[in-house]
């Protein structure tokens, strides 16, 4: 999309240093491992990212999908990268010509597996399957049951198998769509939902019984877009208010309740306890309040750790702030995906920096009294999103290995650590050289054998 933006845009923060996009797809392998991997941990380590194919997006958002993976087996490590063929891809477009083919995806934010199928996603179109060799298969609609779009964020409920997900659409109502398919990825229910405003709804909030949607001020205007004007834009007057629905069978009944406006990316986990239902998320008093490419950046536009409490019996909200360090991209044990969870993984923010600056540190949090540990990797490395793995035959939660991408400033080096979560703030177990820079991106998955 041809928005305005305050900087030129080749100079714009997502087409500088790391975040710059690497062209070449490559197959390179067995990479160098400093320490040693452990034999058990089998699997394919994949990352979404937004890649410009041409070098250059007017925004964030816009840049091309391209997916990374680190395919460990029997403690070597092959790496390997491919962009994703969907219409975005091959026509060149933008975030405006895409807008209106729920097929034209950038396919950037986000990698899951579900029914044996690998899905890129992003949040205003449809998937896109791909191979474990990372090839483009085609776009996946769930034999034609899903509207528009699908949300980059969708939950594997760890005791159905289900994949619960929502689509959001900012054109025309209804503006938000709930779906809820079975292990095997037949779609069960897709129940509309009436919320007031075209929404940017990045995440939401799962537990075992009901799904929480988040109604937050980030808001479309699409005569201002059509104009070549900002799309979205911060409109706290909008209001924001946490919308309650039971999983199954609800019919798109929804219980709103009214919060403070601020916005989420990305919450932590939810769990129910009796009529409570207890929300860890990332909030940021504002997204985009200074313009469009404002997503993260300054004290006011970065994510801290803050739990909701809805009392459904009550009908209130009790939001907390639990800690002031600025952290996103958090990860649980994804077997406890809506239920109670001990441990939250975070990466570390810059909240001194301008735009989007992944920090030095990777932080573990016990959800259930607030503390932290700090793992720190020095003043020049960036950490990216933390993904938890468990052990087989784990004797507890945190029983697993804590992979994330490390990039080094100062060497233009990247790496995927490997960290052994009981043992948080030492060294890790392993630091697997990537064969030239992997830039800065969004969400990953395991892909376990
Ligand atoms: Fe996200």
């Given at each position: 999309m041809n928005a305005p933006t305050k900087v030129p845009a080749a100079k714009a923060w997502h087409l500088q240093g790391n975040w710059a996009p690497v062209l070449d797809e490559i197959d390179v392998g067995p990479l160098t491992v400093r320490g040693t991997i452990p034999p058990e941990l089998r699997g394919d380590y994949v990352r979404a990212g937004m890649n410009p194919r041409s070098g250059?997006?007017?925004?964030?958002?816009?840049g091309n999908g391209m997916l990374h993976s680190v395919q460990i087996d029997d403690g070597q490590a092959r790496y390997r990268n491919r962009f994703v063929r969907t219409p975005y891809f091959e026509a060149d477009m933008n975030l405006m010509s895409g807008m209106f083919d729920p097929a034209a995806s950038p396919a950037n934010t986000n990698i899951i597996r579900h029914a044996g199928r690998w899905l890129a996603l992003e949040e205003t179109h449809w998937p896109w399957e791909v191979d474990r060799n990372l090839e483009t298969l085609g776009a996946h609609t769930f034999a034609g049951q899903l509207g528009a779009s699908m949300t980059a964020h969708p939950r594997v409920c760890p005791v159905t198998g289900e994949l619960l997900f929502f689509g959001y659409q900012l054109?025309?109502?209804?503006?938000l769509t709930y779906y809820r398919a079975d292990a095997?990825?037949?779609?069960?229910e897709a129940q509309p939902i009436e919320i007031p405003n075209p929404v940017m709804m990045h995440d939401w909030n799962v537990t075992r019984n009901h799904v929480v949607f988040m109604d937050l001020p980030v808001v479309f205007d699409l005569k201002a877009a059509m104009r070549g004007g900002a799309p979205l834009a911060f409109r706290p007057e909008a209001g924001a208010r946490l919308g309650v629905m039971k999983r199954?069978?609800?019919?798109?009944h929804v219980r709103w309740f009214e919060i403070d406006p601020c916005y989420v990316f990305h919450p932590v986990n939810a769990h129910e306890e009796g009529d409570r239902l207890v929300l860890h998320v990332c909030r940021q008093e504002q997204a985009m309040a200074g313009g469009f490419e404002e997503i993260y950046g300054g004290e006011r536009t970065i994510g801290r750790l803050w739990r909701w409490t809805i009392d459904l019996a009550g009908g209130t909200v009790v939001e907390e702030q639990i800690d002031d360090a600025p952290a996103d991209f958090p990860r649980i044990h994804d077997g406890l995906v809506g239920l109670p969870a001990r441990w939250g993984y975070m990466a570390s923010l810059d909240?001194?920096?301008?735009?989007l600056t992944l920090g030095q540190y990777l932080y573990k949090y016990d959800l259930g009294t607030g503390a932290r540990i700090t793992r720190d990797f020095g003043s020049d490395s960036r950490l990216g999103e933390p993904i938890f793995v468990p052990r087989q035959g784990a004797a507890s939660e945190d029983d697993g290995w804590i992979l994330a991408l490390r990039h080094d400033e100062s060497r233009d080096q990247s790496t995927l650590v490997i960290l052994n979560a009981q043992d948080f703030d030492g060294d890790p177990a392993a630091e697997i050289l990537m064969p030239r820079r992997l830039p800065y991106g969004a969400h990953g998955n395991w892909m376990s054998r």
């Open positions: 250059h997006s007017d925004h964030w958002f816009a054109a025309k109502p209804p503006f095997a990825g037949v779609v069960l199954n069978g609800a019919a798109g909240a001194k920096a301008p735009s």
